[in-house]
């Protein structure tokens, strides 16, 4: 893979405002959706968050951040593999109910932050062991608010500390269908999806190395992901 690429810290400044009201849109209706089904995806972990937290344990890592955690099935796999965890979302209430589910066994590994993924992430260099993310990446962000997401996560990453992450791929059935936003970005059903190509996971790599790219189908459509591990150099 290429070298690191210049990524800008923070809020990137041309984004337009077009898509700060996409952002904000998506904001409140995540919101709104746990807040009225805080069960929405059931209770037990995903299939990557299992293998996410298989996989950090077995190399031996113990600091991990969560990005979108949402209503916290992954974290809590994460917690009952012994690892130490902060998720960050951008819905308090969905942070307040991990924490409520955590219960004090788990309380003391979790750390929680309310956070835009848009703005730089508030840790300081090399301050993780391995980052995870269940379709975080696949909202409705720019290619161009990926790619500084991406060097903020090379950034507070510990050299050979792992990224993995799912995202929606380009042979989705539902690519294509929906209100077109440009830049693979489709709204269908109130929510916005980024499907990604291979040309987008390469370009999220530049200062990892790309170790696995692995499809799989999750949900009753099915949705069609692909689950990306890479590794810090």
Not at 27 to 38: D, L, M, S
Not at 68 to 73: M, Y
């Amino acid at each position: 893979m290429s070298e690191p690429r210049d990524r800008a810290a923070g809020k990137l400044a041309g984004a337009a405002p077009a898509d700060d009201r996409v952002i904000g849109d998506q904001q409140r209706q995540w919101v709104e959706t746990f807040a009225a089904n805080p069960e929405m995806y059931g209770p037990e972990p995903s299939e990557p968050g299992r293998l996410a937290a298989a996989l950090i344990v077995a190399e031996g890592l113990s600091a991990v951040l969560e990005l979108g955690a949402g209503q916290g099935r992954d974290t809590l796999e994460l917690l009952r593999r012994g690892l130490e965890v902060h998720a960050l979302d951008f819905a308090p209430d969905a942070l307040a109910y991990i924490a409520a589910l955590a219960g004090p066994e788990l309380a003391g590994r979790l750390r929680t932050t309310v956070h835009d993924v848009r703005l730089a992430l508030p840790f300081a260099e090399r301050s993780f062991d391995a980052c995870y993310s269940h379709m975080l990446f696949t909202m409705a962000l720019t290619t161009e608010e990926l790619d500084a997401l991406a060097g903020e996560v090379h950034r507070v990453l510990r050299p050979g500390g792992l990224c993995i992450y799912t995202v929606r791929h380009t042979g989705d059935a539902h690519y294509g269908a929906g209100r077109s936003l440009g830049d693979n970005r489709y709204e269908n059903g109130g929510f916005v999806v980024h499907f990604f190509d291979r040309p987008l996971v390469e370009r999220l790599a530049a200062g990892f190395e790309l170790e696995d790219v692995t499809a799989f189908e999750e949900g009753g459509l099915p949705r069609r992901l692909w689950r990306v591990t890479m590794r810090r150099r």
